[in-house]
């Protein structure tokens, strides 16, 4: 009875309704209110209304009608205790394997597969947040037409229409199903593939098109320029000694990236082996910048000077003539390491530059070493598939009938294409929410989530990885294998059954099958090594010049938020208030431009502009980014949305009608007040410290010259007292900066599993946001060209806390195992211990915070107290999975392994956990190194975690 569904909205209360308006809401009353109303007849009234109401509140428990409790629990399901299950996240059709943790049949918790070669254990940001779009109540919860709700007959007949129509030959045409286009993203999936290549058949004049609002077409065709035929570049970053980054996306976005930046971060802790060397050049930061020994700052054009001049200069042997000081330094040293060197390009570039690349990594003589060509993981049907553009083509000049949208949001992401929708008299789209293309197309079919369907997908290496849902559809969105197999007027057939028929060779046996899905991959479907060769029209290729700007305009750059992407995270508050690495802002998408633009402008954070391409017009707020290329102004795309469910709808500002706009960029500020950007910079300031104290660094001749010269303290400061926790365990922490790429996975990662929530823009303005970990990002040197640093700062579990002294009821307070721990109900709010905390770690629920998410609770982890409002919280080193692992080692006899969920997530394996009393534990070996020291060691408060000191490997021959 307490889930009573909405049966209807008056427009007006009873109360303020005349007898007539009540007659015409609620026929069944006008032979009441035709009768004067005495004592006896408003009883019975009343009675009849309270059992009606009794009767409509009660829950029939029907499959369709909320949550049931089992009465008996699921095989393999014990109370308390969590099961997981291996299935795959998959962004631009490319597989990143995952593992899901369930308690008590519900998923609470995504962790990476070690067995997948695309993630090898970590995660990024939006694997995390799959939990958050898994629960999200903004999700389809049955079809539309015309944005209207709908019945499912209606939508199966309406299907069946469209499909006898497209049966039937056009006038003057010889194929069934002339006039009929499939919209999809990019596929690797085996299976979707058939799937769709069995309705091209069924209609032989339909077409296939692919497309991504953040696609990789660039790279695609540039592989075809170089070796004549369908292929894919794996990189091992790893096994380079030096390596180029043209404004790359190497170690952030690119087709495994995980795997990338874990090989990356073997290379670059100087007390475990050989130093690499990175070298970055980029119009604006990157997290592939930030971690470079030497990064220099270019413009579009001087890019492509860059690429034309290093080409010439490594394939067609020529001397070094003009260009930037450090070119020739950079191309010395990648020709001095035959086989060890590597170039990368990011996507944003022409194929003519992409083979230009490619040309020059053969000349180096890295295939086989630092790279290889493989066979292309993208699914490759009978014929080619079109792009949006001729789609849209079609659809302006009425070609197109019949249009099936699968998954992706082009009425957002190409104003074009919104217009162009109107030309076709019937459009299908199919997704898992409600967005702007669902919307806007005729029909809308509602999609299972990606935890809650069958399906596989291919890795960045091609290896094939197994989807199983983790749930029944909590919203009866259909699959969508199924959803497409229903397109040729068969019966439903179980997704499942169509994975299985897929891989039925390989997997034979029903015992090959469990133990692919207990694996969740494939083994031995990795994309195949090519021996083709590079063909000589690739050496020969030039890159074209970017276009001119005007001397009076700036070059306006437009890339992926990393977080929202292309907008499809856009209603995940996870997402929007995760502070961007660089710049720290969340909930918005301010103009970056660089220093010396809003030197010149009088501009300040927050100032508002009006940015005008052609007739294409907008205002939004700036943000001044160091270390930006002057002439530069970068706008992140996927804000703006205008359908994305009450978190993300109007948050932002849309800036993809900028993609198509021609013209001349102007920047102008706007008349009026700034507008207020919430960031967290500057919110939690360490005390008396410098960057180069707290985040300290040096170089690799200083290393060698002293391994521990950043160890280096003053003498320790006299204690009245010293408490040193006497347990068998200690638990430590170590964090590695050379590793750390500021990702943010960790930061997520925590908060999904301690269940912290979200705010919202207004109280991270009022330096109210929830996060118990944070990556600092430090800058040094001029604005203009800084080095930037990265540091994870958590609590450091002091063994001499100051927070524990000042609290006047105990509610903060040290175990015997060496955590600082908080007592919720003890807690009044006094926030004694934040004002003396020197790393502003703690976190104070100014309200009911958890209560606002409008989250539901079942999608929490249930091992984790929800804080109240007034209790102050920090990070506990997960204390919930040390008391998991101490049960198992009682229970087994074996000792307390226990990994953080921070220490899970982070790809690149910058922090180690464990107990610093065994000699043979990693984070043991790791406070060993000379290069680890304590934050602010002066204030005497001997944190548990400690950090390695970041050394960068300079080329001597460019000076600093």
């Known amino acids: 009875m307490l889930d009573m569904p909405p049966v209807g909205q008056a427009p007006r209360t009873a109360i303020e309704m005349s007898d007539r308006a009540l007659v015409r809401h609620f026929p069944q009353l006008e032979s009441a209110l035709s009768h004067t109303l005495d004592r006896r007849r408003m009883l019975k009234l009343l009675g009849l209304a309270l059992a009606s109401g009794g009767v409509a509140g009660c829950d029939p428990g029907t499959p369709d009608r909320g949550f049931v409790s089992a009465v008996r629990a699921a095989e393999g399901v014990v109370p308390g205790l969590p099961n997981v299950y291996a299935t795959a996240h998959v962004r631009d059709g490319y597989a990143e394997g995952i593992l899901v943790t369930h308690q008590m049949g519900r998923p609470i918790k995504v962790e990476g597969n070690p067995g997948h070669p695309s993630s090898l254990g970590a995660t990024d940001v939006m694997a995390q947040a799959l939990i958050y779009d898994f629960y999200d109540p903004d999700r389809a919860t049955g079809p539309l037409h015309k944005g209207m709700p709908t019945s499912w007959p209606d939508l199966a007949a309406a299907m069946q229409k469209m499909r006898a129509t497209a049966m039937t030959p056009r006038v003057g045409g010889t194929h069934a199903g002339e006039g009929v286009r499939i919209l999809t993203g990019t596929v690797t999936s085996p299976t979707l593939g058939r799937t769709i290549e069995r309705i091209l058949a069924a209609f032989p004049g339909a077409v296939w098109h692919e497309w991504d609002a953040i696609g990789r077409e660039n790279v695609t065709r540039g592989l075809g320029l170089a070796y004549g035929a369908p292929a894919a570049v794996i990189v091992d970053p790893g096994q380079a000694d030096v390596l180029l980054a043209l404004d790359s996306d190497l170690l952030d976005s690119a087709p495994g990236h995980l795997s990338h930046a874990r090989a990356f971060a073997t290379r670059r802790n100087p007390v475990n082996g050989t130093m690499n060397r990175l070298y970055a050049v980029e119009p604006t930061p990157s997290l592939t910048g930030v971690a470079a020994d030497h990064r220099f700052i270019a413009t579009p054009a001087l890019m492509n000077e860059v690429i034309g001049r290093l080409s010439a200069r490594l394939l067609q042997n020529e001397a070094p003539s003009g260009g930037p000081d450090w070119l020739s330094p950079v191309a010395t040293d990648l020709r001095a390491h035959p086989g060890r060197a590597l170039v990368h390009l990011g996507p944003d570039y022409p194929p003519e530059a992409q083979a230009a690349v490619l040309a020059m990594n053969e000349a180096l003589g890295g295939r086989g070493q630092v790279f290889d060509i493989v066979e292309s993981p993208l699914y490759q049907p009978a014929v080619p598939t079109s792009t949006l553009t001729a789609l849209m083509d079609d659809m302006e000049r009425g070609a197109v009938q019949a249009l099936l949208i699968l998954d992706v949001n082009p009425a957002c992401q190409s104003p074009r294409f919104a217009a162009a929708l109107k030309h076709v008299p019937t459009s299908i789209a199919l997704s898992d929410r409600p967005h702007e293309t669902a919307l806007a197309a005729h029909w809308h079919v509602p999609l299972a989530h990606a935890m809650e369907e069958w399906g596989d997908a291919r890795g960045h290496d091609g290896t094939v990885a197994l989807i199983q849902p983790q749930a029944m559809p909590l919203y009866g969105g259909m699959n969508a294998l199924s959803a497409l197999h229903a397109c040729l007027g068969q019966p439903l057939r179980p997704a499942m059954n169509m994975v299985r028929g897929t891989w039925r060779d390989r997997l034979a046996s029903s015992r090959d099958w469990h133990d692919a899905l207990a694996a969740g991959v494939i083994t031995g479907t990795a994309s195949r090594r090519m021996d083709v060769p590079l063909l000589q029209a690739a050496t020969r290729v030039v890159s074209p010049a970017w276009p001119s700007r005007p001397s009076s305009g700036p070059v306006l750059l437009l890339r992926p938020d990393p977080y929202l992407w292309d907008g499809r995270g856009a209603s995940n508050p996870w997402l929007q208030e995760l502070p961007r690495p660089l710049s720290k802002v969340v909930w918005d998408n301010p103009l970056l431009i660089p220093p010396d633009m809003a030197w010149a402008m009088n501009l300040h954070n927050g100032d508002r502009v009006t940015l005008t391409c052609g007739t294409t017009r907008t205002q939004l707020p700036v ?338």
């Not at 993809?656 to 920047?667: L, N």
């Not at 303005?765 to 800058?779: K, S």
Request: net charge negative; charged share 20%; proline share 7%.
């Open 623 to 960: 943000w001044i980014q160091p270390g930006q290329a002057t002439g530069c102004v970068v706008g992140l795309l996927g804000w703006g949305r205008r359908q994305a469910g009450g978190t993300g709808s109007n948050v932002g500002c849309d800036l993809y009608p900028f993609r198509d706009a021609t013209g001349s960029v102007q920047i102008e500020a706007a008349r009026g007040d700034s507008m207020p950007v919430a960031s967290t910079e500057h919110h939690a300031t360490l005390i008396d410290a410098s960057p180069s104290d707290v985040a300290r660094h040096g170089t690799l001749a200083q290393f060698r010259d002293r391994p521990d010269f950043l160890a280096a303290v003053s003498a320790p400061q006299d204690t009245l007292y010293r408490h040193e926790p006497d347990a068998p365990v200690a638990w430590g922490m170590g964090i590695d900066l050379n590793a750390c790429i500021g990702c943010n996975a960790c930061v997520t990662a925590c908060q999904v599993e301690n269940n912290i929530p979200v705010v919202g823009r207004d109280e991270v303005l009022r330096q109210r946001e929830m996060h118990w970990l944070r990556i600092d990002r430090f800058y040094e040197g001029t604005e203009h060209a800084p080095d930037t640093f990265f540091q994870p700062m958590l609590c450091m579990h002091c063994e001499q806390a100051p927070c524990e002294t000042v609290c006047p009821v105990g509610a903060t307070t040290h175990d015997s195992e060496g955590l600082n721990v908080m007592v919720y109900n003890r807690c009044i709010g006094t926030k004694f211990c934040s004002n003396n905390c020197p790393y502003k770690v703690r976190r104070f629920n100014y309200f009911a915070f958890a209560e606002q998410e409008g989250r539901p609770a079942i999608s929490r982890n249930p091992d984790v107290s929800v804080r109240a409002r007034g209790v102050m919280e920090k990070c506990t080193f997960c204390v919930q999975r040390i008391a998991q692992a101490r049960i198992a080692a009682d229970r087994d006899g074996t000792g307390e392994h226990v990994v953080t969920a921070c220490q899970a997530a982070c790809p690149t394996q910058a922090i180690s956990f464990g107990d610093i009393n065994d000699p043979g534990a990693e984070v043991t070996r790791r406070k060993a190194s000379p290069l680890t020291y304590a934050a602010l060691p002066e204030q005497g408060t001997h944190p548990r975690v400690t950090y390695e000191g970041r050394i960068l490997n300079r080329n001597p021959a460019i000076p600093s």
